[in-house]
């Protein structure tokens, strides 16, 4: 017999996305769902970040999808389809 441990989660477990400054540490904090404002620099020191416009690009497209479908999920009881993401977690039986 085999036992497979997987741990899983719902787009809507995800509950926000976390940026932190490497210099100062300052953390940004964006809901699943919204990201409101591009960000091109740290808030607190004022380091740029537009080297990583393309990152910060697709993290936002990412955060606002999740949003559009945990929302589809969680109001669509018939779909024929449940999206769930496997995470790292203890795999030990
Ligand atoms: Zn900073």
């Given at each position: 017999m085999t036992i497979e441990k997987r741990t899983v989660i719902n787009p809507s477990d995800v509950l926000a996305v976390e940026l932190e400054c490497?210099?100062?540490?300052?953390?940004?904090?964006?809901?699943?769902?919204q990201w409101l404002n591009a960000i091109h620099a740290c808030p607190n020191c004022g380091v740029s970040w537009s080297y990583h416009r393309?990152?910060?690009?697709?993290l936002q497209e990412i955060i606002v999808n999740l949003g559009v479908i945990s929302h589809q999920q969680s109001t669509d009881?018939?779909?024929p389809l449940r999206i769930r993401f496997e995470i790292a977690g203890d795999n030990k039986p």
């Open positions: 490497s210099g100062c540490k300052h953390r940004i904090v964006r809901p699943s769902g393309d990152v910060l690009s697709r009881s018939k779909s």
